[in-house]
């Protein structure tokens, strides 16, 4: 990932639960530490999902991760959750990434 770029994300997922809200936690995992990281958007109604969730409906959230020019040049692993109402998950993946200049 280079720095001063915004990256998109695509999340095709089913709910396994009923929502009124939705939102998004990002983190940046640095030597087993989670560091949160900011979004432009943690409202997961207004990045592509309908809401209420409905159990068993299928939803594609879309997203964008910017990755500031303040950052380090550092490898970590990206933690991105969905999270209900409830504080529970509607999702979550890790990916390893390298930032750059």
Excluded at 49 to 71: F, G
Aim: aromatic share 8%; with cysteine; net charge neutral.
């Amino acid at each position: 990932m280079h720095k001063g770029q915004s990256y998109s994300v695509n999340v095709t997922f089913t709910s396994s639960t009923q929502s009124q809200s939705s939102k998004a936690v990002v983190h940046g995992i640095v030597m087993g530490v989670a560091i949160p990281f900011p979004i432009p958007e943690p409202d997961g109604c207004k990045s592509g999902i309908s809401c209420p969730i409905e159990k068993d409906k299928t939803y594609s959230y879309l997203n964008k991760l910017p990755v500031k020019s303040e950052y380090p040049s550092i490898k970590l692993v990206v933690e991105w959750e969905l999270k209900d109402d409830n504080d529970q998950r509607l999702f979550c993946w890790q990916i390893p990434v390298q930032i750059e200049s």
